[in-house]
């Protein structure tokens, strides 16, 4: 399987020339991150991770949350409504979703509606979430409003992956990014695991 970051927290997912997209929101900026996709997976409705408008403008199934689906009742045909527990099958992966909220933000909002994707029992996005399930590949959210430092390497090490890639840093200045970078690759070391930071753009194969 390969993996491709794109812009903030979305990534492409290609096997046997089959894609599927996850969290293309706002801030993903890349024209091609959708091109081509049999099905986008949406974890939740935060707009870096969602853009309703970015979907009109293709014929990809939807797989989402009801808090998402919500916002594409012109699109209902073609919105499939997943919850923690389902699994799915679509352009030649296995899907379990699991998770059902959004990791806690705000002392005076209820957590959103969250689900998170694990496919093929190999990679797992968390979506704003930290899910603990077993995944020998975890994308990582690398910063966020509601994520600390600690927090994140906490998620790390219930998880013990084989390898973690960080997403989920849009919101970072150069200097967040090398912090990021550097906190990673102590962990990486400890663990003796492939830990690190994935550029938009750059691509793994799994």
Request: proline fraction near 7%; hydrophobic fraction near 40%.
């Amino acid at each position: 399987m390969k993996i491709t970051k794109y812009g903030h927290a979305c990534v492409r997912l290609e096997n046997d020339g089959r894609a599927i997209v996850i969290d293309p929101g706002v801030m993903t900026p890349e024209p091609d991150a959708v091109a081509g996709a049999e099905a986008v997976l949406i974890t939740h409705e935060h707009f870096d991770h969602f853009d309703p408008e970015g979907l009109r403008g293709s014929r990809a199934a939807v797989y989402t949350c009801a808090g998402v689906a919500r916002h594409l009742s012109g699109s209902a045909e073609r919105v499939r409504v997943v919850r923690g527990g389902d699994h799915f099958s679509v352009a030649g992966f296995e899907v379990a979703v699991v998770g059902d909220k959004h990791h806690f933000s705000h002392p005076d909002v209820p957590p959103v509606d969250n689900v998170g994707f694990l496919v093929d029992g190999e990679v797992l996005h968390p979506g704003d979430a930290l899910t603990v399930t077993d995944a020998p590949t975890l994308l990582l959210p690398g910063q966020a409003p509601w994520l600390t430092v600690p927090d994140m390497i906490g998620y790390l090490r219930r998880t013990a992956p084989l390898r973690a890639y960080a997403i989920h840093d849009g919101l970072l200045n150069d200097w967040g990014l090398k912090v990021l970078d550097d906190v990673l690759a102590i962990e990486a070391e400890r663990a003796g695991a492939d830990i690190r930071r994935l550029r938009p753009g750059e691509s793994v194969d799994v």
